[in-house]
């Protein structure tokens, strides 16, 4: 089992730059895929990115690439998302989730067993 905490969550002026940390406890964190989801009010939960067990791989929908980023450092259980030329439309409580499944699907938010309690990010414009 995993504990995730979300951090770095704030209010930030449009154009500007935000990096969230999912730090994660427990063992194995290197078995486990990572995403994250943002959810603004009367809206559907988003998927915005996803990294792979090794780091080696991510997964950015267009929605944000080249905005978003997402990496991990395994010897620290922490999983970052870098937010940059952040938009109003980009306001939203932004959670990381992580499953240990061996199909790795990654916009697929019902596979992941294990969610953080969340970070609110709002973008002024």
């Known amino acids: 089992q995993v504990q995730l905490v979300e951090s770095g969550g704030g209010l930030v002026q449009a154009g500007g730059s935000l990096r969230l940390s999912c730090a994660a406890s427990?063992?194995?964190?290197?078995?486990?895929?990572v995403a994250w989801f943002r959810q603004a009010p009367g809206k559907e939960r988003e998927f915005v990115a996803a990294?792979?067990?090794?780091?080696?791989?991510?997964v950015i929908p267009d929605s944000v690439r080249g905005r978003f980023t997402v990496s991990r450092d395994n010897t620290k259980n922490t999983v970052y998302l870098q937010m940059n030329n952040l938009k109003p439309e980009d306001t939203a409580v932004y959670y990381c989730?992580?499953?240990?499944?061996?199909?790795?699907?990654?916009?697929?938010?019902?596979?992941?067993?294990?969610w953080g309690q969340g970070t609110q990010v709002t973008v002024s414009s």
């Open positions: 989730a992580a499953h240990g499944l061996t199909l790795w699907v990654p916009q697929r938010d019902n596979d992941y067993e294990y």
């Open positions: 427990g063992r194995t964190f290197t078995s486990y895929y």
């Open positions: 990294i792979n067990r090794s780091g080696g791989g991510v």
